[in-house]
């Protein structure tokens, strides 16, 4: 006899049951991305810190944030104050291993560019759909704004 003949539904839903739980398992055990060989979080080369040290809110002064480690990804962004105001952001490092990072981010930084530079700050909002890299874009920024001494 067949082991998933008519007479044993029980055995049939017992099997496709299993294989469901172990297709779910092996699926969600995948992983998108590879560990990134980029420096890691908290740490700073002294081409991290700010051009001239800061002092009086005049000139322009360039600093780069910490690279802070995202769970898809590091970023870290780099800032230009003049005259005491924010002028330019930009991203060094951002997650664009795949196309997705890639899709996800030429949409995300702009936008998190724009809202650091109108609220002249890191209190910005989160982009939806790319929120690992606007949470560590914020804190890459407090760290270039504190650098460059805003």
Do not use: F
Not at 79 to 85: A, H
Not at 110 to 132: C, K, N, W
Request: charged share 20%; hydrophobic share 35%.
């Amino acid at each position: 006899m067949h082991a998933l003949n008519k007479h044993r539904p029980l055995r049939r839903i017992v099997l496709a049951s299993a294989a469901t739980v172990s297709g779910m398992v092996l699926l969600l055990a995948l992983k998108p991305h590879t560990v990134p060989t980029v420096a890691m979080a908290g740490t700073r080369s002294p081409a991290a810190s700010s051009s001239p040290a800061p002092g009086p809110a005049s000139g322009t002064r360039t600093a780069t944030g910490d690279t802070v480690q995202t769970r898809w990804g590091p970023v870290q962004v780099r800032v230009t104050v003049r005259d005491g105001r924010l002028t330019d952001v930009t991203a060094v490092t951002y997650p664009q291993e795949n196309p997705r990072d890639q899709e996800i981010n030429n949409y995300a930084l702009p936008e998190l560019r724009r809202e650091a530079l109108a609220a002249q700050s890191a209190e910005i909002d989160t982009v939806s759909g790319a929120t690992y890299t606007s949470d560590g874009y914020r804190q890459s920024l407090q760290s270039a704004l504190d650098s460059a001494g805003l």
